[in-house]
């Protein structure tokens, strides 16, 4: 397994102010590599090659600045999330093989890319001290895509390849299941190829056992 690579990432939005960019990236990599309680406004300026002034100015205080880091990520996930889930399968051949190769792709571009494995070890380690987090997640993420990806299943069982009792159910299911076998140590780290094609096919198959259609 490989460290995530925490070096800059792309701007989540073209116009975003350069400075306000290279804040926002030095205070990701500061918090998850070190957590929000070591997080200091002098070493984020440094990082960043700004002022600590610029860095109020900017983004605020620490919490403000930890919330700014968490409403970048969860958007730039969102954003990541939305082109994998336009390559979701539509009346495939085979369907088992069809949503491994989506839930490889899934869990490779959003759950284990720099974005959303920060955002996971973010909300792992700072949500139950700033509950604040959850909002700002709920909106950009959750609460905005959720009926998207639900509405994906529903077609697919619409289309007869899967037996749901209720599409958002079975979606929360499919993540789930999908990611229940990824390797975890505790750091920001994406796990490797062979392992996410492996709990890919664990996490597919057992969701088809539970979901699959009974006519096929």
Not at 40 to 67: F, H, K, P, W
Not at 126 to 140: D, G, I, K
Request: glycine content about 6%; proline content about 5%.
């Amino acid at each position: 397994m490989s460290d995530i690579d925490l070096a800059p990432a792309r701007p989540a939005f073209a116009k975003a102010p350069t400075k306000r960019m290279a804040i926002l990236d030095a205070a990701k990599r500061a918090i998850v590599r070190d957590g929000f309680a070591a997080l200091s406004i002098d070493s984020i300026a440094n990082e960043a090659g700004v002022s600590r002034q610029t860095v109020y100015n900017q983004l605020g205080d620490r919490d403000q600045l930890l919330m700014a880091v968490i409403e970048d990520v969860t958007a730039r996930s969102s954003t990541s999330l939305m082109t994998v889930l336009a390559t979701f399968p539509d009346k495939p051949d085979d369907i088992q093989s069809a949503l491994v190769d989506f839930a490889v792709r899934l869990m490779g571009r959003c759950m284990c890319d720099i974005d959303g494995r920060a955002l996971a070890t973010l909300l792992k380690r700072e949500a139950q001290n700033h509950p604040a987090l959850f909002a700002a997640w709920t909106e950009y993420g959750p609460g905005k895509d959720w009926p998207l990806i639900a509405g994906r299943f529903a077609k697919l069982a619409q289309d007869g390849y899967l037996d749901l009792p209720d599409a958002s159910i079975a979606a929360r299911h499919f993540f789930a299941l999908t990611n229940a076998d990824l390797p975890d140590d505790g750091t920001c780290a994406r796990p490797s190829e062979e392992a996410l094609h492996k709990a890919a096919v664990t996490g597919v198959s057992t969701f088809l056992r539970a979901f699959g259609s009974r006519q096929r």
